[in-house]
């Protein structure tokens, strides 16, 4: 019997978090899909029926993790290369770079690294051109800030980028940002391998699997990565030995333009993503409607609101979900006036009905809230990034202040008002780790945006699936696929913001299924298993 074969399979004697039964410890699977959930004790009529029988000993089992915004391939170059996440300082970068480069005395085309931050570094800056090139050596080198919104490259990597100098964002000694990043970028990656590209992108899925992923949203487009990536990207996934892969592709369409007609071509299920209405806080690049704390300007605006509405429109007459990146509030502000207007000209329903996406979103007030709602938007969000960079002495305040940076990524709010929510890690720019994210989002550094471990999960399994308009997904009742992950965990309890909600949860008479205890500091539980419909993708 082959791998792809479909089996039935037996699981008994653990912890089955299922709508369907709150006290379910068995679960028997049908090939791609969920046929039962129930008890020990039923479970024993199915047993001599069976092809493998899984005691759990205990163990938990819940859906598979859906991370709905990566970047495989640089996730992939981060975990197999030069990661400088963590650096404490700019001499120890250089130094990281400078083993990197002697550890590959004739490089194959440009090295690649990522992860620097200098807002944590005791030197307060990025190294020089002449720094950075004496420690690579002469090497063409490419190294993307933690946001991946600004980049340091070497004088030997520059010179291949043709027209740097007069893009916007160029800087003659320090990191590059906008179109001069955007290009060399592309020359960074446009210098790798097939071989070096795949090997990436399966470090990424193999990595995934791990961490009890099933499924990723890959959010490709011709500034962060390119076609011939995402399409090598899609095929390798195809080959069903890991996660699954939805890729969404984020270059315009309408009045023109073919960002609908290369994400049809491409096989992706959204021309969105990364596409871009602004860039990020760290890098200065966050469009907002006020200036920044530490910086005399409001940040970079790439799509009007105009441009926004025709990208809207064209993929609501297409059937097909769109998707921007947005951040700082001005951009959100310029989606939401282009989402609305769209919906003017095809009719507000259509719009509704395509869930359309905005990534990141994290500077939102009450009224883009309530328009979001309105709207039918989905929130891609990532609560790493509070984590990363939230709290007093964090990047958001270096950058916005503290009343600004306290309103950043309010989830509660959101769920409040009926907005859905998708999480996901934007590896490599947070690394990929599930049940770090839940956590992140139930101990939010700003204790009113804080949501229950249980809705901080739904985000993180069910909330992507429902991104993708597949409601049926990411829940362990019958019919659904057999995507799941097996942990090693060892207390289940129900843990909310409301200390009231939690005791009552807790009670067996509420029929609240439990989860790990997250409680920051306690270690987080390992993955046992790995199963994409049906298939073991994973096995500690």
Do not use: K
Request: hydrophobic letters at 45%; a negative charge.
């Amino acid at each position: 019997m082959t791998e792809r074969t479909l089996r039935t399979v037996l699981l008994r004697g653990g912890a089955v978090y299922s709508p369907a039964d709150p006290f379910a410890t068995a679960m028997l699977v049908e090939g791609e899909h969920i046929a039962w959930v129930g008890s020990d004790g039923a479970a024993e009529a199915y047993a001599d029926t069976v092809d493998e029988i899984v005691d759990l000993d205990g163990a938990l089992v819940t859906p598979a993790f859906v991370d709905a915004h990566v970047h495989a391939t640089s996730t992939g170059l981060a975990l197999t290369g030069l990661d400088l996440t963590g650096s404490p300082s700019l001499a120890a970068a250089l130094d990281a770079v400078a083993a990197f480069v002697a550890a590959r005395p004739e490089p194959d085309g440009v090295l690649i690294g990522h992860g620097w931050d200098e807002t944590g570094w005791p030197e307060g800056r990025p190294p020089t051109l002449a720094e950075l090139d004496a420690a690579a050596r002469g090497a063409a080198v490419y190294l993307s800030r933690t946001d991946v919104h600004s980049a340091l490259a070497t004088t030997a990597l520059r010179a291949l980028t043709e027209g740097l100098a007069d893009r916007p964002g160029f800087h003659p000694e320090g990191p590059l940002t906008r179109d001069a990043h955007h290009a060399v970028r592309r020359t960074a990656l446009a210098h790798l391998t097939p071989e070096q590209r795949r090997r990436a992108q399966r470090a990424a899925l193999d990595r995934a699997a791990e961490l009890g992923i099933g499924a990723l949203h890959e959010c490709a487009g011709p500034e962060i990565s390119s076609e011939q990536d995402l399409a090598a990207l899609l095929a390798l996934a195809a080959d069903g030995d890991g996660p699954e892969v939805f890729g969404y592709w984020g270059e315009l369409g309408g009045a023109g333009r073919t960002g609908v007609e290369t994400a049809r071509r491409l096989g992706a299920v959204g021309a969105g993503g990364d596409l871009f209405v602004d860039g990020a806080l760290g890098s200065h690049t966050a469009c907002l409607h006020a200036p920044y704390a530490d910086a005399e300007h409001t940040g970079t605006s790439y799509l009007s609101a105009e441009q926004v509405a025709d990208h809207v429109a064209a993929c609501t007459e297409a059937g097909l979900q769109a998707g921007f990146h947005a951040i700082g509030d001005a951009a959100v502000t310029a989606v939401l006036d282009g989402v609305r207007a769209a919906g003017e000209r095809v009719g507000a329903d259509r719009v509704r009905a395509l869930r359309h996406r905005v990534e990141h979103a994290e500077a939102l007030d009450a009224t883009s809230i309530a328009a979001f709602a309105e709207l039918g938007l989905t929130a891609s969000v990532q609560p790493a990034f509070d984590a990363a960079w939230g709290g007093p002495d964090g990047m958001y305040v270096q950058r916005l202040g503290t009343e600004r940076a306290a309103a950043l990524n309010p989830f509660a709010a959101l769920l409040r008002a009926g907005v859905p929510l998708a999480f996901g890690s934007d590896a490599p720019v947070t690394p990929l780790d599930p049940w770090g994210t839940v956590r992140a989002a139930a101990f939010h550094r700003t204790s009113e945006h804080r949501i229950s471990v249980r809705a901080a999960f739904t985000a993180h399994t069910r909330g992507g699936w429902r991104a993708l308009g597949r409601d049926q997904d990411g829940v362990l009742v019958p019919g659904a696929i057999a995507s799941y992950a097996v942990w090693a965990a060892e207390e289940l309890v129900v843990q909310a913001p409301d200390s009231r909600v939690a005791g009552w949860s807790t009670d067996p008479r509420s029929g609240t299924p439990g989860l790990p205890d997250l409680t920051p500091g306690r270690p987080l539980p390992a993955c046992l298993r790995t199963v994409v419909r049906g298939r073991t993708v994973h096995l500690a």
